[in-house]
């Protein structure tokens, strides 16, 4: 158990470009969270899939906002035309669903540090 | 909609003593999941505790239980024997127990500074 991991861990971007995240969860986990967490807040939930079926998507992710995984497995979460309000750590988080033993808590992976100019 | 308010926005105690983080949150639903999550500086969150609400007994972790209470809707964290590693963002988080919608809602944060 590697953990989740996250790639970038920064990104620095100028306004109107596109950028795009993307997060290995814990192998045996079949669901997968996006937050978005600006300075001095708590997290605030974007997006949830479980497996490849996205089930819930925040009103904080715009039209600008993407997420995808495509095997079930890694996911990315891609931005459109940047804004300086998009700058944030965007974390990913995954968890079992609880059954056959499995634990549902969510576990964090280290977040990537998104700065817009 | 779910909401989760730590109202502490900062929190200090000597080393070795004992502290308690607040958290008050508001629900309709009956069952659901309550967590404590340590964020360190520039580290990943972490979980300390979890509560499920229909067990009546507090959770306790090592030097971290939790008391919490049902009709208030408060769940707060108690840390014993406080030491320095504990310094860090302390959120409060609330999971409702709906299918499909298994997603944290998340206080805004208590940050701790442990005094040597």
């Known amino acids: 158990d590697t953990g989740v991991s996250q790639d970038p861990r920064h990104k620095i971007t100028k306004r109107g470009q596109n950028v795009t995240f993307r997060c290995d969860p814990i192998?045996?986990?079949?669901?997968l969270y996006w937050y978005r967490q600006t300075l001095g807040q708590g997290p605030e939930f974007l997006t949830y899939f479980q497996n490849e079926a996205q089930l819930e998507k925040s009103r904080l992710l715009s039209d600008r906002f993407s997420a995808e995984r495509p095997k079930g497995s890694f996911s990315t979460l891609e931005i459109q035309r940047t804004e300086q309000g998009d700058s944030a750590m965007y974390l990913c988080?995954?968890?079992?669903?609880?059954?056959?033993?499995?634990?549902?808590?969510?576990?964090f992976g280290p977040g990537t540090r998104l700065t817009v100019t | 909609a779910q909401t989760v308010t730590q109202s502490q926005p900062e929190m200090s105690v000597q080393e070795a003593e004992t502290v308690t983080l607040s958290c008050t949150y508001d629900t309709s639903e009956s069952d659901y999941y309550l967590f404590w999550y340590k964020q360190p500086p520039s580290r990943q969150m972490i979980l300390v505790i979890r509560q499920e609400a229909y067990k009546q007994q507090n959770a306790t972790e090592n030097r971290f239980s939790v008391n919490f209470q049902k009709a208030a809707k408060s769940f707060s964290l108690k840390i014993s024997d406080s030491q320095l590693g504990d310094a860090a963002m302390y959120f409060c988080?609330?999971?409702?127990?709906?299918?499909?919608?298994?997603?944290?809602?998340f206080g805004q944060g208590t940050r701790l500074t442990i005094n040597p």
């Open positions: 988080a995954s968890s079992s669903n609880g059954l056959a033993g499995g634990s549902y808590e969510q576990y």
């Open positions: 988080a609330y999971n409702g127990e709906i299918q499909g919608a298994q997603k944290l809602v």
């Open positions: 192998s045996e986990h079949n669901r």
